[in-house]
């Protein structure tokens, strides 16, 4: 489902037409991948749930609204979600969604994140749902176990140092852009042992590309 929404960025729009966009260039998308030797079509079964519905000039009504309408969308126990945004404020909607239909997991949802920001601002120029703080607002709230949170990607330059200053307070595991890639390089395996370290918690994976 798509949340066309991008109320909540401060530098560049334009992210509203992202669902329509993956639509369009969808619709001659070949079912069978060579390189994981399945058909898609087989192996899952798929559906476009449209659109949730926004307020244009209310990020805190837009999220709010995303989240009632993915809550109710099929069997929350056999149907798994896919967003497409959108700004990444909507990440706030999908995750209190996933984590009403898992079943409230005590502790919150672990969170595999990948990104160039952290997304822990407090808030921005006064507004407390925009794209910079999500995962601060999850993790006020209880939908994410910040010591179960990975965040993959970072890169500056940041505000100031400060900008770091939640994630390292509440125990949310970051690895940088470089370290990133020094990683596939030596071959440590570090994201896999950090995935694997989480024994099939209840997880939640978002990019803000």
């Known amino acids: 489902y798509g949340i066309p929404f991008d109320g ?6 334009g992210s509203r037409f992202g669902p ?3 639509r369009e260039e969808s619709q001659y998308v070949k079912r069978y ?4 030797d399945i058909d898609v079509t087989t192996a899952l079964s798929l559906a476009d749930a449209g659109d949730a519905p926004i307020q ?7 999220l709010d609204a995303a989240c009632e309408f993915a809550s109710g969308l099929g069997d929350p126990k056999t149907t798994k979600l896919l967003a497409v945004g959108g700004d990444h404020s909507i990440a706030y909607a999908n995750i209190r969604a996933t984590w009403l239909r898992r079943g ?3 502790g919150g949802l672990a969170l595999i994140h990948f990104d160039s920001h952290l997304d822990t601002v407090d808030a921005v120029w006064g507004e407390k749902w925009g ?3 999500p995962f601060i607002r999850a993790i006020e709230d209880g939908l994410i176990d910040p010591r179960r949170m990975l965040s993959v990607g970072i890169k500056g330059p940041l505000n100031t140092p400060d900008d770091l200053a939640f994630a390292r307070k509440h125990g949310i595991t970051l690895m940088t852009y470089a370290q990133y890639h020094r990683s596939i390089r030596a071959g440590t395996g570090e994201v896999e042992a950090f995935v694997k370290g989480l024994n099939d918690a209840e997880t939640y994976l978002t990019f803000d590309i």
Not at 8 to 13: A, D, E, I, L, S
Not at 56 to 62: D, L, M, W
């Open 131 to 133: 794209h910079a703080s």
């Open 33 to 36: 991948s060579i390189e994981h």
């Open 20 to 22: 329509r966009a993956i």
């Open 8 to 13: 909540g960025v401060t530098f560049r729009p």
């Open 104 to 106: 409230k997991p005590k």
């Open 56 to 62: 244009p000039y209310s990020i805190k009504g837009t």
